[in-house]
């Protein structure tokens, strides 16, 4: 990795600018050019390095529900299980794990009414044996910043 591209990655990891043209001002910040940043961040996307670009929400301050759900899944169909919660629009995250409960994932909610509905079509996939919450008693840290 180029240290102009390490540059770039604690820029946007740290502080992407919220203002009407953030590559430009990224860009600044690195001493490169506007057209060099967005061709290095467009490399550096294409060879998988960087995910997305978004923001981290505390989805609790902004009146969401969150929940941590573990299952208990047929190990012959975890993968068309994991497939099947993908596709489910509130599904944050979605990891398979060695362990009775073999697959994790999380869920965001507007209300319990919601997240009932979620938990059942989890319950009623095929190969799934059973679905358990686990909500969150406290936030200890919300997002991951590393020094690239």
């Known amino acids: 990795m ?9 820029i946007i990891q740290n502080e992407f ?16 050019t506007e057209r060099t940043c967005i061709s290095i961040l467009r490399s550096l996307s294409a060879n998988g390095i960087i995910r997305t670009i978004r923001a981290v929400i505390n ?3 902004a009146g969401i529900g969150t929940v941590l759900i573990g299952i208990i899944a047929e190990p012959e169909s975890l993968d068309a299980i994991a497939s099947e919660i993908n596709r489910i629009d509130e599904v944050t995250h979605n990891y398979a794990r060695e362990g009775i409960r ?9 209300s319990d009414k919601q997240k009932n509905t979620l938990l059942k079509n989890i319950q009623e996939l095929q190969g799934v044996r ?18 690239v």
Do not use: H
């Open 59 to 61: 989805w609790n301050k």
């Open 102 to 110: 073999n697959l994790w994932c999380t869920l965001i909610y507007e």
């Open 2 to 10: 180029t240290e102009k591209e390490r540059v770039l990655l604690n």
């Open 130 to 147: 059973d679905v358990k919450e686990f909500p969150a008693e406290k936030t200890y840290k919300i997002g991951l910043v590393l020094d």
């Open 17 to 32: 600018p919220l203002v009407e043209e953030p590559f430009k001002a990224i860009a600044e910040k690195a001493s490169i």
